[in-house]
């Protein structure tokens, strides 16, 4: 998941900035860190976890979504711990949601969206077929270009009838390669663990200049990992084969538009947003996160799934395991998932996105005791 860097003195305790944000984002970062501080002594590892202001409501309370003293918080931290943030009816001057995660992306040049699923013992699943027990996949979205590119830059002409509205995808070579490469290196690290080694992209090269270009450079880069069977497919038949045979991808790679939008349909695959966590990787910071909104329907009722956010926690601590090389995190990240596996396979707890009666605390609880 992470370039390695230059040994150095083993560290016992990580700074984490956390940004709660707003919504579900605060209920589910609240348990998060008790889960943290259950789990430091188990490890003899310590989290100092300090919290941050952004988000949508503070914009409201101060005019800033995300304030210098926040980015430079992030900067100095071994990692960053995201709630989520952006409410509906907080919407700037062109009409966009205030959404702070996507300047973060850009100031720390996070460009590796990295959403992984799989399915969960214990957890009902919406595919009747019996091979939906084998989904198991990463879909890794370029998180820097494409569509989202335009973000800040479209515009409108003319008015009336004749009003049109423009936004621009930009697809570089330099950053199709590196996400490219990532997808490719986690392919080959998967095969080591007895996975397939298969890398998907996704494109829409029959229509679009941009996505043949990128098809270009996605074979460019494959040409150094023989050892990884690649293919290509279209988006739309992507979007119909990921409901119908989903159990047979391993890793998929593709532009930002499409992966905001595959991601949420592959966590619908094994249930819901609420199994779904994520990371936003560049070559120097990384934010966890879970792939869920701010869920403003259901947010100060307690009840929100905060599986995805334990489950992004687990993604920080495999990410600083391989960057400080310290595998005790390792270890950590995967006492949370056995953890959290554990809690449903023996029937303890249900949450309320599966029709269960669990809420935010009962999930936190069983976890933490599994641990």
């Known amino acids: 998941m992470n370039k390695e860097i230059e040994q150095e003195p083993q560290l016992k305790s990580y700074e984490i900035a956390v940004l709660p944000g707003d919504g579900i984002g605060v209920e589910v970062t609240a348990v998060a860190l008790d889960m943290l501080k259950t789990l430091g002594p188990k490890i003899d590892r310590h989290f100092n976890t300090v919290i941050h202001p952004a988000g949508a409501q503070h914009y409201l309370d101060s005019g800033d979504a995300l304030p210098a003293s926040t980015l430079d918080a992030c900067k100095k931290a071994h990692a960053i711990l995201f709630g989520a943030m952006g409410l509906p009816h907080v919407r700037g001057a062109d009409g966009t949601e205030i959404i702070p995660q996507l300047d973060l992306r850009f100031a720390l040049d996070l460009y590796a969206g990295v959403r992984p699923i799989r399915t969960w013992p214990?957890?009902?699943?919406?595919?009747?077929?019996?091979?939906?027990?084998?989904?198991?996949?990463?879909?890794?979205?370029?998180?820097?270009?494409?569509?989202?590119?335009?973000?800040?830059?479209?515009?409108?002409?003319?008015?009336?009838?004749?009003?049109?509205?423009?936004?621009?995808m930009k697809i570089t070579h330099a950053g199709t390669a590196r996400i490219c490469d990532f997808a490719l290196e986690l392919a080959r690290s998967r095969k080591s663990q007895g996975k397939k080694g298969h890398v998907t992209s996704v494109d829409k090269a029959n229509v679009f200049a941009s996505m043949a270009f990128w098809r270009q450079v996605f074979?460019?880069?494959?040409?150094?990992?023989k050892d990884i069977t690649i293919e290509h497919a279209y988006v739309d038949a992507m979007a119909l084969n990921l409901v119908l045979k989903p159990w047979q991808y391993d890793v998929l790679v593709t532009e930002n538009m499409f992966g905001d939008i595959l991601s949420d349909l592959i966590a619908a695959l094994v249930g819901g947003m609420g199994m779904a966590p994520s990371a936003d990787i560049g070559d120097q910071y990384a934010v966890f996160q879970p792939s869920h909104g701010t869920a403003p329907d259901i947010a100060g009722q307690g009840i929100a799934n905060p599986s995805a956010m334990f489950l992004s926690a687990a993604m920080m601590l495999e990410w600083l395991s391989l960057r400080h090389q310290d595998p005790v995190l390792l270890k950590g990240a995967r006492m949370i998932e056995q953890a959290l596996e554990k809690a449903f396979q023996e029937g303890d707890v249900l949450p309320y996105d599966f029709g269960g009666r669990s809420d935010t605390a009962a999930v936190a609880r069983a976890v933490m005791a599994r641990l």
């Not at 074979?219 to 990992?225: G, K, L, P, S, T």
Request: aromatic share 10%.
């Open 122 to 168: 214990g957890l009902p699943v919406p595919l009747s077929n019996p091979r939906a027990s084998e989904i198991d996949m990463v879909l890794i979205r370029e998180n820097t270009e494409g569509l989202f590119y335009s973000r800040g830059r479209g515009y409108v002409e003319g008015t009336g009838s004749e009003a049109a509205a423009f936004d621009q």
């Open 219 to 225: 074979e460019e880069r494959a040409e150094a990992f």
